[in-house]
């Protein structure tokens, strides 16, 4: 194989993916390969698979075949990641013109076949990391040894990894002075932070975002993704509402609002206690801002326990929620349980959920009219009469998955504004600059 110079590098799936094809970016880069946008000049084609749903699992594929189909005599295509951890063998069974298989982490690998020398060029922390906006994942650990019935997670990317405390300040302040002004956590379970490392439960993560709060500064908002309902515990509220720049913004996956079906899925299934935590979260912080996920379908869901999830979706009042079908995956508990909700049905009971969420997001996001808040600057345009307007999101808008706020006046992308809130949709915010942030 002649020596690769360019590569095409595509990324499916979660911002975690995007974290670790960034990791792989910065060893290619120390081999002085050069990314390009265009599959035909590179020498090196590489996916980044996602294999979490059956979608995921099907777009992942799809990317691969497309890229196979166009492949040129002397190129090479490299497929990675999540997918072909679970199912390697059927990649290469179903796309021949796949080359060379890897599974999860083994991004090193990668790079050694593309003639990098690893040891020379891994994690350099002051390697200038690239960014496409003013935020940016870190990503603070791999791996869960949660037992969840539905999820594949722990097949694909085994037990909990904590990334060590060290190394995680020196990515935050790569990713600050490469001009992030937020540091979005990410791990399949941010709230296990540490405890691989010998940290009682419920203590790592509280102690990592002081750590991290004062080695990026005051300026640099934190935000915690997926934190499991039964670690955020009386530590984790108190660091959030005692450091500055944590903002009030908790996204809880809780999967359902059933007791019989969460004690299926092998998730904590008291309610009355999610309940009681939610309450002692707004005490806490009134203007805290709650996303969650939930599932439709799950083997054995009857209509009166998805009416259930439904009057607890109410009850909690969440800002933002998102309702996926289950995702039936070999290797899990869930595969061969009885009474199997068929597709068409599930993808029913998800519409139902999302359309009553859209009018709870509405009313949730009506609180917000008339306040002053401080805007991240993602994008710039002009309306219609072309008056400069600017887009980008405040505290409540996590990147990616929540809505935007629209409004008149200038600024510049990496900018923070104060917006004054005019007007509200079912998710997105409208108003006007008021000047710079203080």
Known sequence: MAVPRTYHLVTLGCPKNDVDSEHLDRLLAGGDLLPVVEPAAADALIVNTCGFIEQSQTESLAAIEALAADKRPGQ??????????????????????????????????????????????????????????????????????????????????????????????????????????????????????????????????????????????????????????????????????????????????????????LRRMQRPHNLDRVLSFVEGLRAAMPDVVLRTSFIAGFPGETEAEFEELLAFARAIDFDHAGCFTYSRQQWTGAFDLPDQVPDDLKQHRRNRFMKQQRRVAAGRARRFRGRVLELLVEGTGADDEGNGVVAGRTYREAPEVDGLVIARGAACPGERVRVRVDHTGDYDLFGSVLGPAS
């Open 76 to 261: 090479i295509l490299v497929v990675a990641g999540c997918l072909t951890q679970l199912t390697g063998s059927e990649v290469r069974e179903r796309v021949p013109a796949v080359d060379h298989v890897f599974g999860v982490g083994q991004w090193s690998d990668v790079a050694r076949l593309l003639s990098v020398d690893v040891d020379a060029v891994f994690d350099i922390p002051e390697r200038p990391a690239t960014l496409t906006g003013p935020s940016a994942y870190l990503k603070i650990g791999d791996g869960c040894d949660a037992p969840c019935t539905f999820c594949v997670i722990p097949r694909i990317k085994g037990r909990l990894r904590s990334a060590p405390a060290g190394w995680l300040v020196r990515e935050g302040q790569r990713l600050v002075a490469a001009g992030a002004r937020e540091l979005v956590l990410v791990a399949q379970d941010t709230t296990a932070w540490g405890e691989d490392l010998g940290l009682p439960v419920g203590t790592g993560l509280p102690a990592l975002l002081g750590t991290l709060a004062d080695a990026v500064g005051p300026d640099v908002w934190l935000r915690l993704m997926y934190a499991y309902p039964s670690r955020v515990t009386p530590a984790l509220v108190e660091a959030m509402t005692t450091i500055p720049n944590v903002v009030p913004y908790l996204d809880v996956p809780l999967q359902y609002g059933s007791e019989a079906v």
